[in-house]
């Protein structure tokens, strides 16, 4: 556009100069005028492209600053995925909440900026507004799973509970419709049961027939691979933390976890219903935390689940 408005210009110049000086013979005396007109443009024109080139050259070095980041970045995320696929991974799954010591373990967890995996017993939801208001502050809370434990826990009676696979189904359907999980995981009460893909594992034989109907019915069944034992009537943890996660380390460097490379750990909400036994959670989830070998990973990611 400044070209053409300077041409414009140069030759209404000219134009007036012939004009004023009468024509020919103002053009034969005056050729340097007539002439410097053009001689200007040219000027122009070649400063322009000169301006021209140096944008072009500022703009193709931006464009390769901007690819060298944009492939460092590239490069980064790819060494961080594959140090991630190296790990081998931890899933800290807690059972039977909502109850008192649930609230103590969601603390931690968030303090701490880690994934955890509760497996929610729909009965003991209804015990009061209590516990449905920490059933709300887990569902609102990140990092967090919530998966099925039934809704009944099969009151405790087992093999009366398991005798009927149908009404086992029912059962886990019922949790399924209070609750409203996101995903069809299910650990079954009482049970170290799997179904998962082509992993299947029945401890109880007789309780086999239930499974099998809870997974024909579209739920994935996840047992654990080692349990953080507690006493059944202190409720307390055990406190050799040392010896569980040396038990963890073997098992996963032995190739003896349900997948290998994957351990899925059993704890219990109400297992750190005190001070001492908070205490214990949060020494052994900082040594889990910062040994480079593990990687804390939510129960939605184990492999082999079902796409629902």
Partial sequence: MQHLIFTF?????????????????????????????????????????????????????????????????????????????????????????????????????NADSIPA??????????????QKAVLKTLQESKNVALCNHSFSHAYNHYTKFYSDPSSVVKDIESNNDLIKFNNRIVRMPGRNAWRIDTINHTDIVESGPAFDSVYAAGFDIMGWDIEWMFDHKTLRPDSSIDLLLRRMYNLLESGKTRTQGHLVLLAHDQSFHSEEAVLLLRQFISLLKNNTDYELVLATNYPGLRKH
């Fill in 9 to 109: 210009l140069s030759i209404s110049y000219i134009m007036n100069l012939i004009e004023c000086g009468k024509g020919k013979y103002f053009y034969r005396h005056n050729k340097l005028l007539l002439t410097l007109p053009f001689l200007l443009l040219n000027i122009f024109l070649f400063s322009c492209n000169i301006r021209s080139q140096e944008q072009k050259l500022n703009t193709v070095t931006s464009d390769s600053m901007l690819f060298q980041k944009q492939k460092q970045a590239y490069n980064d995320s790819l060494a961080k995925a594959a140090a991630s696929s190296n790990k081998m991974k931890i899933y800290l799954t807690f059972d039977d909440g909502p109850n008192n010591g649930t609230l103590n373990v969601l603390n931690v967890i």
């Fill in 117 to 130: 995996s509760f497996f929610i017993v729909g009965y003991h939801v209804q015990k009061g507004k209590k």
